[in-house]
């Protein structure tokens, strides 16, 4: 009888995760995504010479990793891994924001609200196309530099 409940215990947390893992899988932006710079505006400028985004469910959540070349030629890398419910995590390499706080409003888009010693500074909006082929994100607010940012970054599924 113990040994019947421990197996049962055991197959629930596994379908558990399972369909945890499904969920997050479902999520149009995981994958890998490079910035398209010919159909990016970044204000003020210059914009990164390239940026590579890589989505991965994971069973903390769906982490995000960023590595590329910013417009001074600096090599740049970030990451931050959340369950995408709204709540700040911690966000490595970001020169703008320290926490993050992304929130999935569907499929196919979120929200992040960037935060710099628990102050937004910046608001972001990712929204990947119906084709599944295009993720543009739109960012406003004031980097860390003081200056009104307005960025609108297009990246193309690899």
């Not at 409940?5 to 379908?15: E, T």
């Not at 149009?28 to 398209?36: D, Y």
């Not at 069973?59 to 090599?75: M, N, Q, R």
């Amino acid at each position: 009888m113990k040994k019947s409940l421990f197996l049962c215990s055991v197959a629930a947390g596994a379908a558990m995760l399972i369909s945890a893992s499904t969920a997050l899988a479902g999520d149009s932006w995981i994958g890998t995504w490079k910035l398209n710079v010919a159909k990016s505006k970044y204000s003020p400028g210059p914009g990164p010479q390239s940026l590579t985004l890589k989505f991965e469910a994971t069973p903390d959540g769906i982490k995000l990793t960023s590595d590329g070349v910013d417009g001074e030629g600096k090599a740049m890398h970030g990451a931050y891994t959340s369950k995408w419910d709204g709540q700040d995590v911690p966000w490595t390499g970001n020169p703008n924001a320290d926490t993050a706080s992304p929130k999935r409003s569907d499929a196919n888009s979120y929200e992040n609200l960037w935060k710099k010693g628990g102050k937004v500074v910046i608001t972001s909006k990712a929204i990947v196309s119906g084709d599944g082929k295009t993720l543009t994100t739109t960012q406003t607010g004031t980097n860390a530099k003081g200056q009104p940012l307005n960025v609108t970054a297009v990246y193309d599924k690899q």
